[in-house]
């Protein structure tokens, strides 16, 4: 099967859409960058002229089908028309690998023409590292310093300017460091929220789809048709066309509220249920139902915003996740679902807490099911956490230091010391949570119920009956 490169564009009908300028870098070949390149391939579909470098251990890859890689957009428009594309991105104009071909990198910061510099919020420190050393190359070639975006689907506050004081202090004991640090003052150090389901198509959904499109692709993805990006501050003129001009913070709390929110109920709830996808989560008609009410009932009602005014939100966020033609994987496509707990659902929880002097049920329910999903999370020989359902095993993506707590911990450990051990956790959630009323019973009392009788048939009960 002959490998997707440029030659066969034309037999294959595929649009040029190639710039002419590498005006952006990327750093790494994770989910985010495949945003980041969509995001350029946009611009140029556009009219705009934005090319990028890769820079990536999986440059040679990357390479030998010239830098393109096929994203198969599946899913409905608003109007429930199908919307199947494959998306062959063309942004990406070089790939470098930084550790073999350091040369070649530094020459990248050479270019006056690249002034914009975007990595994931999530980047490790080799990244940030790399990041340092190629703005030094820059600031050494006399160039004006550029846009640094960081990208993140849940952006934290203040992110952006600690990457700005972490590549100032990576780069002190350089020659020049305080000259450096005074032209890096000079930098646009930007966060941004990109928002849009990715991920990679693996095993025999991988083959079925190569022989549908009769070439070899060795970076073959999947996407929503959605794809939004919002940039506090404002965004940098080579990506404006593509960009919403949204006011950032209002669209990160609605971003976290609604849609993170809803995903958090159907992950949970989905795994333990023993579905795979949102889409089959809101399929089945007893965790639709329960999801619903869930959301409905106990979330909607503590937002800060009218429900008139966020309706379009609530539409979409549903509308997305259960589109039987994405059918997005759930703990592939909801990622750091714990780690985002304070931003999602745990301030619906306190709100009616403080009203009603006892947690909402089914969101504590929903709570509990994510808590045994991680009290099962181990990590292999690769470093990367698993958890297990029947004879499969699922990866666990995550932050480092809640990966890390609940591995400690055991799905089958009492209720009550298992609601205690995760609220009191003061290193993860910055407080005790204990002290929300009545949450600490509700926990328990949920995971108690999980452990004896499975997750359905409590939905099954609490659903029958009025709450206990």
């Known amino acids: 099967m002959m490998q997707l490169n440029r030659s066969m564009m034309e037999r294959y009908e595929i649009p040029d859409r190639r710039p002419a300028t590498i005006r952006a870098a990327l750093f790494g070949a994770n989910r985010t960058a495949l945003m980041a390149a969509r995001l350029l391939d946009r611009v140029n579909e556009l009219g705009g002229d934005a090319g990028a470098v890769c820079f990536t251990p999986a440059a040679a890859g990357l390479r030998a089908q010239d830098c393109m890689f096929t994203l198969l957009v599946r899913g409905e428009a608003e109007d429930g028309a199908a919307i199947r594309e494959e998306r062959v991105v063309q ?7 930084p550790e073999e071909e350091f040369d070649s990198f530094l020459a990248f910061a050479r270019r006056p023409e690249l002034g914009l510099y975007m990595l994931s919020e999530t980047a490790p420190a080799v990244e940030a590292a790399l990041l340092a050393r190629l703005l030094f190359a820059r600031w050494e070639a006399k160039l004006p310093a550029p846009c640094v975006l960081l990208l993140s689907g849940d952006p934290r506050p203040g992110a952006a300017e600690e990457l700005r004081a972490a590549v100032t202090a990576l780069a002190r004991d350089w020659s020049g460091g305080a000259e450096f640090a005074a032209w890096l003052g000079g930098a646009v150090f ?10 990679e198509l693996r095993g025999a959904e991988r083959e079925r789809a190569q022989r549908e499109m009769n070439y070899r692709d060795d970076f073959l993805a999947w996407a929503e048709p959605q794809l939004r990006c919002v940039v506090d501050g404002g965004a940098p003129e080579a990506l404006a066309s593509a960009c919403d001009a949204e006011d950032f913070d209002l669209a990160c709390a609605r971003k976290r509220r609604i849609f993170d929110s809803l995903a958090f109920l159907c ?71 714990l780690s985002a707990l304070p931003r999602t659902v745990l301030p ?23 808590v045994m999903l991680y009290a099962g999370a181990r990590e292999d020989e690769r470093g990367i956490y698993r958890v297990r359902r029947g004879e499969a095993s ?13 591995a400690r911990l055991a799905h089958d450990m009492p209720a009550e010391s298992l609601a205690y051990a995760v609220l009191a956790d003061r290193d993860l959630w910055g407080e005790d949570l204990r002290e929300i009323d009545g949450l600490e019973l509700r926990l328990s009392l949920g995971l108690s119920s999980i452990q004896r009788i499975g997750l359905r048939e409590t939905i099954r009960r609490m659903d029958a009956g009025p709450d206990r």
């Open 348 to 370: 619906a929880i306190r709100e009616c807490a403080k009203r009603e002097f006892e947690a909402p049920p089914r969101l504590s329910l929903s709570l509990a099911a994510a």
């Open 394 to 406: 699922f990866a666990l993506r995550d932050e480092p230091k809640v990966l890390q707590s609940f």
């Open 190 to 199: 930007q966060a941004a929220l990109i928002d849009g389901l990715c991920g």
């Open 267 to 337: 992950a949970g709830i989905g795994f333990l249920s023993g579905v795979d996808s949102f889409a089959q989560v809101l399929g089945d008609e007893a965790l639709r139902g329960f999801i619903a009410r869930a959301f409905y009932e106990e979330l909607l009602p503590e937002l800060p915003w009218p429900r008139e005014e966020v309706a379009p939100q609530v539409i979409s966020a549903f509308f997305r996740l259960e589109n039987p033609m994405n059918d997005a994987p759930l703990l592939e496509a909801e990622q750091n679902l």
């Open 91 to 97: 942004s990406v104009l070089a790939a470098v690998d």
